[in-house]
Nanobody
Framework: QAQLVESGGGTVQPGGSLRLSCTASEHIQGYYAIGWFRQAPGKEREALSCITPADDTTYYVDSVQGRFTISRDKNTVYLQMNSLNPEDTGEYYC?????????????????????WGQGTQVTVSS
């Protein structure tokens, strides 16, 4: 049974940075894609970034492009978040899928992912 555990959340001032980690129970190469998602209060869970470990192809939604960076090692996927603003506040989740796609952007949607972590809270406030 796949297990994902997020860590690294916390409270940061606007303009600050955080690095989130998602550790998988199995080597992440066993999944087609790993993604980071955010759910703000009262909002739908949305994709932020995804990576395909087989070739390290990455995808970012426009709202985080240039500010967030997704990366990985053997068992962990990271999300480096810079230039944070209050709109980045929310519960951050990592997720994994074995579903295949030709393009990572096609799979980087919450309905495509099967395995989810418990989430880690990120609060950006002065």
């Amino acid at each position: 049974q796949a297990q994902l555990v997020e860590s690294g959340g916390g409270t940061v001032q606007p303009g600050g940075s955080l690095r989130l980690s998602c550790t998988a129970s199995e080597h992440i190469q066993g999944y087609y894609a790993i993604g980071w998602f955010r759910q703000a209060p009262g909002k739908e869970r949305e994709a932020l970034s995804c990576i395909t470990p087989a070739d390290d192809t990455t995808y970012y939604v426009d709202s985080v492009q240039g500010r967030f960076t997704i990366s990985r090692d053997k068992n962990t996927v990271y999300l480096q978040m810079n230039s944070l603003n209050p709109e980045d506040t929310g519960e951050y989740y990592c997720a994994a899928t074995r579903v295949l796609a030709f393009y990572v952007r096609e799979i980087c949607k919450k309905e495509k992912f099967d395995y989810w972590g418990q989430g880690t809270q990120v609060t950006v406030s002065s």
